[in-house]
Structure formats: structure tokens, C-alpha cells
């Protein structure tokens, strides 16, 4: 049974960015940017302001900060600098932090009290973090390098529970490392549905490094006037920390027993690769420096596993090339191309990892391994020619395009397709067969989203208990450096025939 796509069907849709809404562990100013007046605020800026909201509105910053630090703040706003710049301000006396994004006509500035702990110098921030990007960088291995992150991570926040799961091609994420205290649920190995970080979160990470929940009972903080007088809409909080979170996801955390989370993004080629989880049993408030150093080595680990896939890309595809020339001079050598592609160790099968292959080349039909039978092989030449298939074309799922496979998928699954010359007829072809794959889902993921009987409300799923689905596939994808490689392969081979032919 194939499970329902809610990510795309519904959470996809949802604009995360336009809730109006903040949590209440900060505050939040919208200035005209030519004059800085206030033009919005959070409802709670009574606390910081000792004013209310509506009297704040249409008043100049300058009323509530000194002039050297409204000066410091124009000189960094004349650098160009648009994104999250950070300021100190001094507000009735106490010191807070500022954060100011720079948009079209104003400023969204986002305010939080400042850490007074004068036992963390920056000299002691300095040094755990140096010694988290040594320790990170001795890893050799994706997995190894996501052990070492989530444990320096677990030690320096002290959260419960620290696990990191990785997006595959469906954006379904599998749990590859994680790091718990007794009593939490372990979920090792375990795949969540796309539906649990949908669409719309995982772009609005592209934005943000982190999202921090210190407590999801929070009650949200309302913004005013609700319209940005600017803009005559919702304020656009898509990169800002203290965004509100969806009704949704604080029921998700609750059927999970969490009540705190922190959430890190990992970047991979500038596409989320996946997330470090962080949760907590009780409220859990981090200080802005302890997130600093949580946004400072997303980009580290990022950067670590990027050099190491891009390391073992590389490699693979230097494997490739080394077997493709192989395959080029034996080819040569036999002055035959069924004895240099099909005969030899070094083979169409070893090349694209298959465990059958088919030449058919000048009305012969000539295979190695494991294939289909004569009438279904000259069937499958026919069908290629009536496709036109005149490109490096594959398939997992053979019998859903070429009826026949039906009867062979424990052969004949996948298949890659390399044409020589289709109007002749001539074309190379490997097989890969069906293999049961099962997936341990964290619930099931049919019922990630459930409906009240409106249509309209809706729920999480409330159990995370172990789901196993059992579903068929070709044994993997077919990689696209094969893919690639393939092309080059069909060059060598369009020319060899062409030689012999003059």
C-alpha cells in the first residue's frame, strides 16, 4: 500500500511565514526605515517599554535607546548588510540583544534580554568551539561526523535527547545518529514522513539555521496593529527566530512528550540534507549564545559533510571512469564488442552494478547474467524501438511501462537502457531485480495528518510506536554519474560501430 503524500497534499500549503504571531521569551519592533518610527509591535513590548503597545506606535526609536547606539546602528545598516545584523541595546537600563533583518521600506528587529552570566566569557565560548570543529573534523565518516556533532551538541545545551536525521529523495527522514537520556524514546534507524517537516518548514530553514521552542505552552504574542502598515499585510517573520510556531506541530510535540525543541538545519550543494532535533522533557530556554554556537556549527557540520559525499562522489566517480576504459580497451583488445562488454570480469554488470545485461547489436541479441527469456528480450526490442527510445533512459519500476515485466520483476525490475542506434535496433541494456525493501516508520504515516469530520481542523498522529511497511523496488536507484556515464558509453560504442563499418 503506498503511503499518503501529506507534504505535498496539504502541509506544503501552509504559510508559516504569515502567522503574525511571536513567542513570548522575546520582542519584536517593525520601523520605517527612512525614519525609524515604530510602525509595529509585539503586544508584550509593555514589558521592555514600560508602555503599551498602541502608545508605543508612531513613536521614534530614538525615544527608548541611547544616541551612540542608534549611531552603531546606522553605521551597520549603511554597510549594505540586510540579514540578521546583531546590535546591544540598552532599554530602561538593561542590556538586550537585537536582532535587525533588513526589508523593503522597514525594519523587523527581534529583542531578547540579554545573557548575564559572567561566567562564560568569550574566551570560554571561543574555546568550546574550537575544540567542537577539532573534534568534528577528525571525523572519516558521514556517520562518524554526526555522532561527534550530536554529542558535543547534547553536552553544551543540555537537552535530553539530540538525534539528526537525514532527508532522502522523498524528503522522508531517517534518524542516523541520535544521543538520549534514560527514558526518552530512541529512534535509531527510524524514518519520520515528509508531513513532519513539510514543504514550507524545510524552506523556511533555508532562511533560518535554527527554530527554538523553549516551552510549547507558550502562549503566542499577537503583533500591532495586525496589518504592517507598510506592506497592508501580515508581516512577513520568515527569518525570524521568534516566529510562532503552527497549532499543529506544539500538538506533535506534546503526543511525543516533548516540551521543549530545538531544531538545526544541515546544508548540503545549498539544499537541506537534514535536521538536528533537539529535545527536552521540560521547558528548555537557550541563550542567545548558546544558539549562536548552535548557527556557527550547522555551518561547520554542514561543511564537513559536504567535503566528505563530495569526497566519496569524487571517488565514485573516478571508480566509473577507471571501469568504463577498461571496458573501452578490452573492447579493443577482443575487437568484439560482446567479448569487451559482456565476457570479461570487468563487465556491463560491474559497471552499473547490474545482474543482467543485453547487447543487441546488428540483429544478434547476446547476454551475461541473469535475464529474461529470447521471446521477452526480442519483445523488449521492439517495444524500445516503438518508444523511440533514442536516450540513456531507466526505470525501477519496469512493469509499470513495459507489461510483460510482470512475469520477471525478481529479474527485471530496474532497467537502464543505453541506445546505440535505435533505428537499427541496437542498443545496450541492464537489469536490476525486485527486492523487498521494509521501512520502520516513527507511527504510521497514513495517519500523519488526521481530520476532525468539518474537514477543516486537524490533528498529528498521536502514537510514534515502530510502523513497518514492506514495499517492492528495484534494489536502488540508478545513480546519476551512472546515468552519465552511460552517455559516454554509448559514444564509444555509436563510434566503435561506426569504424568497423568503414
Known sequence: MATKNFDSDFCGSLPLHHVNMIQPHGYLLVLNTDSLNIIQVSENISELFKAEASKVINTNIDKYIPSAQLDDLRNKLNTGIKNKIPVTLTINEKPVLALVHAHPNYLLIELEAAN???????????????????????????????????????????????????????????VIAEEKNHGLEEYLGVTFPASDVPKQARQLYLKNPYRLIPNRNYKPVRLYPILNPITNSFTDLSDCNLRSVAAVHLEYLKNMGITASMSTRVIHNERLWGLISCHHASPNYLSFEIRSIFELLSSVISNKISSILNKEDYDFVADLQNRRNTLIEQTYTYNNLTAGLLQQNESLLSLFKATGAVIYIDGKIDTAGKVPGKDVLENLQLWLQAKNMSKVYSTTQLAEVFDEALEFTDIASGMLVIPVDAEAGDYMVCFRPEVL???????????????????????????????????????????????AIAETLRSFVFEYKTKQVL
Not at 139 to 144: G, M, R
Not at 455 to 474: A, C, D, I, M
Request: charged share 20%; hydrophobic share 40%; net charge negative.
Open 116 to 174: 548575564q552570566d559572567a561566567d562564560r566569557t568569550f574566551i570560554n565560548v571561543f574555546e568550546e568551539v574550537k575544540y567542537i570543529m577539532a573534534a568534528i573534523e577528525l571525523a572519516t565518516s558521514v556517520k562518524q561526523a554526526c555522532e561527534i556533532a550530536i554529542h558535543e551538541l547534547k553536552r553544551i545545551s543540555g537537552f535530553d535527547g539530540i538525534m539528526m536525521y537525514r532527508f532522502d529523495e522523498n524528503w522522508n527522514g531517517t
Open 437 to 483: 525493501h521494509t521501512i520502520e516508520w516513527g507511527g504510521n504515516p497514513n495517519n500523519a495528518i488526521n481530520f476532525e469530520d468539518n474537514g477543516l481542523n486537524y490533528h498529528p498522529r498521536n502514537s510514534f510506536k515502530s510502523w513497518l511497511e514492506t514495499v517492492n523496488q528495484s534494489w536502488v536507484l540508478w545513480h546519476e554519474q551512472h546515468l
